[in-house]
T-cell receptor, first 114, second 115 residues
Framework: AQSVTQLGSHVSVSEGALVLLRCNYS??????LFWYVQYPNQGLQLLLKYTTGATLVKGINGFEAEFKKSETSFHLTKPSAHMSDAAEYFCAVKGPGGYQKVTFGIGTKLQVIP | DAGVTQSPTHLIKTRGQQVTLRCSPKSGHDTVSWYQQALGQGPQFIFQ???????QRGNFPDRFSGHQFPNYSSELNVNALLLGDSALYLCASSETTSGRVDTQYFGPGTRLTVL
């Protein structure tokens, strides 16, 4: 079974500062990892995903994440926060094969302070 | 190209009633998954449909049932509604290729309120 733990249910950063949202995973098989963003009263939008290959993954809106197997981590970063980045971010994991379900973390709400 | 669509947007029901939510997948997608997102929580997997059959289910009672139609659209039915069923219900579509499900794309959700 797979699971993810998101450290920090709320994160505040100043506009222009580094964004770092933490995610650690647990998986008995090589995982597929995802970051999704959810704006108020909307569904989830895929930011980026890791399946195999390059461990540094670039996504939309300037976000990127690095898969670190030794640390079982998949932290999301963005060099410079923008007001429009304020939203809730979900880390998710699934197994690599078959049709395993996607398991989500509890989410991290990002506040950007002007 | 339309993405994943869901209807209705909002729904208010009373305890004990039944509800049906609908989802149309993204063009080219043949797999539909349903999730329940309670307030302040991450989405929880309900079940997944492929080739008109439920092929995986999460930890939800059998009050939750579904259906997939030949055009790949899907319905989620919930019977005997409880207050705790109040949540955002998300539909996600994906493509199953060589037995493997690709990335899931989510619809905007249906907000269900049970009074």
């Amino acid at each position: 079974a797979q699971s993810v733990t998101q450290l920090g249910s709320h994160v505040s950063v100043s506009e222009g500062a580094l964004v770092l949202l933490r995610c650690n995973y647990s998986s008995s098989v090589p995982p597929y990892l995802f970051w999704y963003v959810q704006y108020p009263n909307q569904g989830l939008q895929l930011l980026l995903k890791y399946t195999t290959g390059a461990t540094l993954v670039k996504g939309i809106n300037g976000f990127e994440a690095e898969f670190k197997k030794s640390e079982t981590s998949f932290h999301l970063t963005k060099p410079s926060a923008h007001m429009s980045d304020a939203a809730e971010y979900f880390c998710a994991v699934k197994g690599p094969g078959g049709y395993q379900k996607v398991t989500f973390g509890i989410g991290t709400k990002l506040q950007v302070i002007p | 190209d339309a993405g994943v669509t869901q209807s209705p947007t909002h729904l208010i029901k009373t305890r004990g009633q039944q509800v049906t939510l609908r989802c149309s997948p993204k063009s080219g997608h043949d797999t539909v998954s349903w999730y329940q997102q309670a307030l302040g929580q991450g989405p929880q997997f309900i079940f997944q449909y492929y080739e008109e059959e439920e092929r995986q289910r999460g930890n939800f009672p059998d009050r939750f049932s579904g259906h997939q139609f030949p055009n790949y659209s899907s319905e989620l039915n919930v019977n005997a509604l409880l207050l705790g069923d109040s949540a955002l219900y998300l539909c996600a579509s994906s493509e199953t290729t060589s037995g493997r499900v690709d990335t899931q794309y989510f619809g905007p959700g249906t907000r269900l309120t049970v009074l």
